[in-house]
């Protein structure tokens, strides 16, 4: 039985690293705001670790898809990285499913930016999602550099775990998704679990992928000290003395925000709870159901929930932090999941989470010490699991402390080293070329850099 899918058949140079990695985000922008559209994790995903890269010596050039004409052709995120917008189709009315039809003109204007620059500008290339991975697989090979892939989500996991009334993937990611997992030097997969379903379903080598486990930004999302939750409370206008559940995600039927709804009004109904309850829900309609965030609210309406949820749209992350604290108890019912970012960004604010078992959940959550983790997507039994955790407060007071403990092994600097030993190990093995060349120079001239060329 296999108990790990990254095989490495010799330990890289860790010391040689990339100058420049163009980071490919095609369908969404590193400064779109997580929980709402096509943004999510991939987006946090991308901006920390192209930050941390950076600050390692590695430049980073994000490349992705303008949606507005209002937004710059090239700004710098932080000293180190730049956003790259480029044209590829209308500006709006574009979903993420339309998009496979402008991977061409995505690919082309990529192209021409690069052939502005000498030979040899980038050394790597990342991508992240199948679209992106699109275009990955053409570059890389014209700029005879690695490619390293991400996936994020996969269409045959989610299909085989649809919820009711969601609609499946199509075959053209199915057989992108395949191309792609041919195509690259290393897949970052991240979890075991998501290794596995690599290997397995898509016929990955397992020397192949590299497991690289998501990190949390732990400045940010930490414990609020001895009245944290408290203070928390009183900063959103939250009572201080009622049972608060939090969901955070975007409004779709994968995340299934429609079973924390449910579970919560059978646990009125039932009466066990003398405490007010209160059920935050913080997210923004999806890319591919616009009309699913009124159908949430049309649900809380028909099941008497008026005075009992709150619907929030997204948030900044200092105050997504305050939200966690504020919490008695994160749910993430998702019906797939990657990983669970949301998950970990709870725990390491010292919130126990009650997670659906699926997927990185697993890993996420560590059931029964961090948080409990569901079997399925019964109302009555996730009504069950959280009223019990509710009623125990002792045993939450250890969840928490647990939850902080657990979320400290998850930080974007320990996924930033492992990445950069991705990158090695693509560069030595790849199939393109052996090793990082350095960017070449013109005769007494330094290279130009990313950051001063016009778009």
């Known amino acids: 039985m296999m108990t790990r899918a990254c095989v490495r058949s010799c ?47 590695t430049e980073v050039e994000i490349v992705t898809r303008a949606t507005s004409s209002a937004v710059p052709p090239l700004l710098e995120l932080v000293p180190g990285v730049t956003v790259r917008h480029l044209a590829a189709g209308p500006f709006e009315g574009l979903s993420k499913h339309d998009l496979p039809g402008q991977l061409c003109a995505f690919a082309a204007g990529l192209l021409r930016v690069e052939a502005r620059h000498e030979p040899g500008f980038y050394d790597l290339v990342h991508s992240h999602y199948w679209l992106s991975g699109q275009v990955g697989w053409l570059v890389a090979d014209r700029w005879d550099v690695p490619l390293v892939h991400t996936m994020h989500t996969m269409a045959k996991v989610k299909n085989a775990a649809l919820a009711d009334g969601d609609a499946p993937e199509p075959s053209v990611r199915v057989i992108g998704e395949e191309q792609v997992v041919e195509a690259a030097d ?31 930004d732990l400045d940010v999302f930490r414990p609020g000290g001895p009245d944290g939750r408290r203070t928390a409370r009183r900063r959103l206008g939250v009572p ?11 409004i779709q039927p994968l995340k299934a925000p429609d079973v924390l709804l449910r579970a919560a009004a059978l646990l009125r109904a039932r009466g066990e709870r003398s405490r007010q309850l209160v059920v935050a829900v913080l997210g923004g309609r999806s890319g591919a159901g616009s009309g699913d965030l009124e159908e949430l609210r049309g649900l809380a309406r028909g099941l008497g929930l008026d005075g009992v ?40 604010c010292g919130t126990p989470v009650v ?16 948080g409990v983790l569901v079997a399925g997507h019964d109302p009555a039994v996730w009504a069950d699991v959280l009223g019990r955790l509710l009623g125990e407060e002792r045993r939450r007071r250890a969840m928490e402390a647990a939850a902080v403990r657990h979320a400290a092994g998850f930080s974007w600097d320990v996924t930033v ?3 950069l030993e991705v990158y090695a190990a693509a560069a030595a093995h790849s199939s393109r070329r052996r090793r990082f060349r350095p960017v070449p120079t013109t005769a007494g001239k330094e290279p130009r850099s990313a950051f001063a060329v016009a778009p």
């Open 417 to 419: 080293d492992r990445m």
């Open 240 to 250: 201080t003395d009622a049972d608060v559940l939090l969901f955070v995600g975007r």
């Open 186 to 216: 290393r897949l970052i997969a991240n979890t075991e679990t998501e290794a596995a379903e690599l290997v397995h379903a898509y016929r990955a080598r397992p020397s192949q992928v590299e497991v690289v486990p998501p990190g949390v």
């Open 11 to 57: 330990e890289p140079d860790i010391s040689a690293v990339p100058r420049r990695v163009a980071m490919l985000s095609v369908h969404t922008s590193p400064l779109e705001q997580p929980g709402s559209g096509d943004a999510g994790g991939l987006n946090v995903y991308v901006v920390e670790t192209a930050r941390r890269l950076a600050a390692r010596g």
């Open 309 to 348: 949820v709150r619907f929030r749209p997204p948030v900044t992350r200092e105050v997504l932090a305050d939200w966690y604290r504020a919490a008695d108890l994160a749910v993430v019912p998702s019906h797939s999941e990657s990983f669970g970012l949301v998950a970990m960004e709870a725990q390491a």
């Open 355 to 370: 997670a659906a078992s699926v997927g990185g959940l697993r890993t996420a959550v560590i059931d029964g010490v961090t």
